[in-house]
């Protein structure tokens, strides 16, 4: 366990608007003015930021993106060790989140250093608010994996998730990605495509994958974040007695995913195992 309780230095993971600089909190100004160090992903894009904000910046300004996060990193810890706040921000959202910053925290963690936050706009939540599907569970998977292959194998290992899933796409990827996401999750899985939040073009496309993976192939630009619903309690009963799951095994997976009794999982996995008994054999190939 580390104490980071007596530690002077400080890291601040500043969360910065998604889109509209209007929604910057006075925290965040407070926090970019008084800094000795600012981390930016973007430093033109922070420049603008602080500028919309009216903030004179009276600390350090240095570089923090994916390409020089190790060459930085030994320079911010000494700065902090040294006593000094260091402010993180990335382009927009939250630093560490599909952004650089997750290192730097952990090793500050490792280091002893207390690292705090200022809260801000997450496109992940906007997202998944806006998009009127199920909000109680559900998991950000960031961005799919660019290759085909892989994109195609991680997406299969989400296919029986209950929850609600998140992702974050190119708009030049977004029709392959739809397309692989119908191929995983099948053609009617209801879903929610998020251009632009808060900024002026704002657009929530809702429908099924397969709708909007043909809506996607006319181009889409700006930021992207796609929502789409989790995998129906039957579903996930009739999977886990196709992998040959112990019923007592499928029943607790089942009642652990869904957050409902055992009972109802119960009746859900004998449905599914009677079901694929009394499926007719596949004809003999030839």
């Known amino acids: 366990m580390t104490d980071t309780s007596n530690t002077e230095g400080l890291l601040v993971l500043a969360g910065t608007p998604i889109g509209d600089a209007r929604d910057a909190s006075p925290r965040l100004a407070e926090a970019l003015s008084g800094a000795a160090v600012v981390a930016a992903e973007d430093t ?26 190790r060459e930085r990193q030994p320079h911010l810890l000494a700065a902090m060790r040294a006593g000094e706040r260091v402010v993180l921000v990335t382009d927009a959202g939250m630093p560490s989140v599909s952004d650089p910053g997750y290192r730097l925290v952990a090793a500050c963690v490792e280091a002893g250093i207390r690292v705090t936050a200022v809260p801000g706009p997450s496109a992940v939540l906007t997202a998944l608010a806006l998009s009127g599907l199920p909000t109680d569970r559900f998991t950000f998977e960031g961005f799919a994996p660019r290759r085909p292959g892989e ?16 992702f974050f796409e190119a708009p030049h990827r977004l029709a392959a990605a739809l397309e692989a996401m119908v191929q995983a999750f099948g053609e009617q899985r209801p879903a929610a495509v998020c251009r632009e939040l808060t900024k002026t073009y704002e657009q929530v496309r809702r429908g099924s994958l397969v709708e909007l993976a043909q809506w996607a192939q006319e181009g889409v630009r700006g930021e992207i974040t796609i929502v789409i619903q989790g995998a129906e309690v039957g579903v996930t009963a009739v999977a886990l007695a196709v992998d040959g799951d112990p019923r007592k095994v499928a029943i607790a997976a089942v009642a652990a995913a869904f957050g409902i009794d ?20 596949a004809a003999y190939p030839g």
């Open 151 to 166: 994109r195609s194998r991680a997406l299969a290992a989400l296919a029986h998730d209950p929850r609600t899933m998140v």
């Open 262 to 281: 055992k009972r109802a999982a119960y009746d859900a996995v004998v449905a599914a195992k009677n079901a694929k008994e009394t499926q007719p054999p």
């Open 44 to 69: 033109r894009r922070l420049r603008r930021l602080v500028a919309a904000l009216g903030v004179e910046l009276s600390g350090r300004v240095v570089s923090y993106y994916d390409a020089v996060e």
